[in-house]
């Protein structure tokens, strides 16, 4: 196993050197350029490079979350969102987004784990105590219409969460069904590579509570809508933007035996291509809401069109003939609505109400044009790609703390999602896709 990782890293450093991301000089300008944490640095065509290179940053990163105390039972990070530069909780903050946060945090730690070669075991640790928080302490009570779901927002350091732990854009007793998908995701996963059944057996149930309240979505509603009260299962929000991780969760299920999410799977992949896609050329309602802290209903987002062209990427022929046009389609419909210019550079931003550079999303919108690069040949995304994940580096402080935004102002900590949980896997992905690009 060391030597195959050791060939894999050789191999990819070797195609980010031909990719000019390696470090050279800074040209002569008349005054040095400050982006985030760093001194900007570009090569003799004006391109931006990395402050260090991709690897480098993403090792950093690792290397410094890897050293956070473990207290209550967890690492710090596991329990709160926002997180400063010393692993202490922002006494202004208590908010909390359990969910995304530590299922995102599973996905790239897992990613991470492989993409290293499984050598450092205290990587895998770090994502079993995320499976275990969020298998013991952020679920719904065990009644209701959402028995024993996982919490989409709740209150740092309480164990476990309360019945009415709601907060940011939920009510009190209000979860939301993507979040609990993406957490149900990330659980299956962490269940096929340690082996552990508990992480089956909520993945499973979140699944099964899903199932229970399917609606029939169309062209003024998704199956599920955005929140609902967990009591009662009425819903508020009829559009819930991001299905992706409720398809990803059926599916995988469905993969692994349990013909009982075969249907539903086929169900919601019907919706998604019938009425979602269609969608994106009629002003896109059906990519509305998202983030947890928002409840607007005209709130369309970045992150659940590039996470459906991711998995479309993934997948190709394997759900969509049309995989290479629909995955377009959804690049080009955040570049239109999302996207502006920084320090020269194209940046993604969140969401209507938001278009800052939040780490997550910016390096979600990297990934997924290397990812589109690799999978088609087009060299058409390639450069917005590397340039957005370039950028991306900037927010990292020396030392491998993040920052929660890139291109702002130094800082260190932030929101732990958009510092780190919803990073490392975008840099993973980008990292595998360089390694096949055309010279």
């Given amino acids: 196993m060391r030597s195959n990782a050791a060939k894999t890293m050789l191999t990819t450093l070797c195609v980010v050197h031909v990719l000019s991301l390696t470090v050279v000089a800074q040209p002569a300008r008349d005054h040095a350029i400050v982006i985030g944490n760093h001194q900007a640095i570009y090569d003799s065509t004006g391109r931006l490079l990395p402050w260090t290179s991709w690897q480098n940053a993403i090792r950093l990163e690792m290397h410094w979350y890897l050293q956070c105390p473990v207290t209550r039972g967890y690492p710090n990070f596991v329990w709160m969102t926002f997180m400063d530069g010393n692993y202490q909780p922002d006494p202004r903050r208590a908010d909390f987004i ?38 013991n302490d952020c679920n719904t009570p065990d009644s209701g219409s959402y028995p024993r779901f996982t919490r989409s927002t709740g209150i740092a350091g309480r164990f476990p969460q309360p019945a009415d732990c709601g907060t940011q854009g939920d009510r009190p007793f209000e979860i939301e069904p993507d979040k609990g998908a993406i957490a149900g995701y990330a659980l299956v996963l962490l269940y096929k590579e340690t082996g552990e059944k508990r992480f089956l057996t ?19 509603r998704s199956p599920w809508p955005f929140r609902a009260d967990y009591r009662t299962g009425e819903g508020r929000g009829q559009v819930s933007g991001c299905m992706v991780y409720i398809l990803k969760l059926l599916d995988i299920l469905s993969a692994m035996g349990y013909s009982e999410f075969d249907r539903p799977e086929r169900r919601l992949r019907e919706w998604i291509f019938n009425w979602q896609l269609p969608d994106l050329g009629k002003g896109g309602a059906l990519w509305d809401q998202f983030f947890e802290d928002h409840d607007e209903a005209d709130d369309r987002t970045a992150w659940a069109p590039l996470s459906l062209a991711r998995y479309l990427l993934e ?47 910016l390096s979600t919108y990297g990934a997924v044009l290397a990812m589109y690069t690799a999978a088609t040949g087009s060299n058409e995304y390639k450069g917005l790609g590397i340039q957005a994940l370039n950028f991306a580096t900037y927010a990292l402080n020396e030392d491998g703390c993040p920052c929660e935004k890139a291109g702002s102002s130094p800082c260190r900590g932030g929101w732990q999602e958009d510092a780190h949980t919803d990073k490392i896997h975008n840099f993973i992905d980008a990292l595998e896709a360089v390694k096949t690009f055309r010279k």
Avoid at 203 to 212: I, K, T, Y
Wanted: proline share 2%; hydrophobic share 35%.
């Fill in 202 to 220: 909520q993945g499973l149930h979140n699944a099964e509570v899903l199932l229970a309240n399917m609606g029939q979505g169309d062209s003024t």
């Fill in 315 to 361: 997948k190709k022929d394997k759900i969509d003939s049309a995989w290479q046009q629909h995955a377009h389609d959804l690049i080009e419909f955040v570049n239109r609505n999302f996207t502006g210019v920084s320090h020269g550079i194209t940046i993604c931003g969140e969401q209507d109400h938001d278009k800052d550079p939040w780490g997550g999303i």
């Fill in 98 to 135: 359990p969910a995304t946060q530590n299922g995102m945090g599973i996905i790239s730690y897992l990613k991470y784990y492989v993409y290293d070669g499984r050598r450092n075991k205290k990587v895998l640790e770090w994502a079993r105590y995320m499976g275990d928080y969020l298998v």
